[in-house]
């Protein structure tokens, strides 16, 4: 590959941390920002919420700020659920619970053009944010009341404050007051928006050694070990929560596996590439990795030809590859961490290499080309997911439930969040004498910080129908079993992307 001279000359002159020019491509930006704004909020309650997502509004409804940050409730920091229980004080409507992560989505594009422009320059810089802005993986995120996009944005912050703190190291010189400040505040941010973020932390904090070797100051080493204890200081209230979870074997995380090959292929394509279109999946996963490899080599090549710019660009390049590495290799010898989801915050980042790529090639035919079919991909992509459910669709389960269903029947679910998000979307329609009964597994009941059921709930001796969400007596409930004994399954409700029910009736002979 042979880089073009005139942007490698345009990548020092933007890499020196200095403050941004904004007003170089006002307009431009401008527009990219509006169009992921637009993408991120037009189709919010497109589809309804699901499993995970009746989590954060299961503990951001039932339980106060103070047990919220003095309880192990959730394999995520109390941050997001937090902003989720103030969220409620105005609505629960879908739109106003994902509101926070559209939000903080539409930032995190922003942020992207920032982080780039210090290090890649101003053509890589708009492309990076453009594909951030219609990135399929991101915008879904961007759409889910759980924590990942405000974790993807402050890891954009942390970025691009460091940045400006390395800089200030490779030539000897102590941070302003103002980056101490931020990169505090936003890695703070991160660690309480999940816990994948100790990986952020522990890659920034080593790589930070690398500027201070470079420019021999021992009064930035102070600085910097300073800085970071301050954060792990600040961190240390969630920390033994941390590290309680994992003692306990990481509960809410028993569904993963170990990592295969296979999985480990499908989930950085996912995380990297498209999501949702189901089609020769198989292949597209493997073209999708073989693009990013391609990339990740590109931009090494590049950084060992760059000057100023290489701590940097580095440093970004460390967050793509090293982060999937440690995940994998803990997966692999303690505990199942690895899935794609705890690896998309890192993508923006590979977003800015791919940019740098692509605007570094000699044939503005190629370029175009190749940016071209990126975004046709990202499109189709896009469409393909607001085709078909990609999670669960309680929603239309429960309107056909709530349409099918006559008084003084009983729905029994299985699991915490689902009785949530039963009651949830039947509070949408008008009152009807339907009974929701939980018979939730002990673990499950722990896990939602239920107390014990004291004994375990029978069918109502009544009941004529019983609706069945998610497959108990498949799932081992041995009790339940016997209740529905002398009913007969009459009609099944499986359409719904892992929303099921199914309907029972009493046979006459029990009647």
Sequence with gaps: MKINASF??????NSRGQIL?????????VAIFIIGLVLRFAFLAYYSLDGDEFASYYFAHNFSYRQLWTLDLDTHPPLFLTIEKVILAFGDSEALLRAPSALLGSVAVLLTYLLARRIVGGRAALLAAALMAISPGQIYFSQWARSYSMFTAATLGTALTVVGI??????????????????ILSLTIALYAHNIAFLLFAITAIFGLVPIVEGRSTKCLLEWVALNSAVLLLWSWWLIVVVDQAEAGLVNLQWLAPPTLSFIRDSLANAHGIMFMFHFRSLINTLTLVSVGIVLISAGIILTRCGLGRIPLAYLLALVVCTPAAEIAISLMWRPIFYYRIIMWTVPFFYILAALVITSLRSSRAVGALVSGVIAIFVLDVWAHYRKPFADDYRTLVDEIYTASRDDDVIVTMHPWVYAGINYYLSKHLPRAVEVVDRSTPLMRSVAHLPPAASVIHLPPAADRVWLIGGGVENGDPELSKDLASYRPVRGYDEHWGATAELYQRSRAAQ
């Design 8 to 13: 490698r000359r345009e990548l020092l002159r």
């Design 21 to 29: 020019e904004l007003s170089v491509h006002p307009v431009p930006i």
């Design 166 to 183: 390395f800089n200030n190291y490779t030539n000897a010189t102590v941070s302003t007051w103002g980056q101490r400040a931020f990169y």
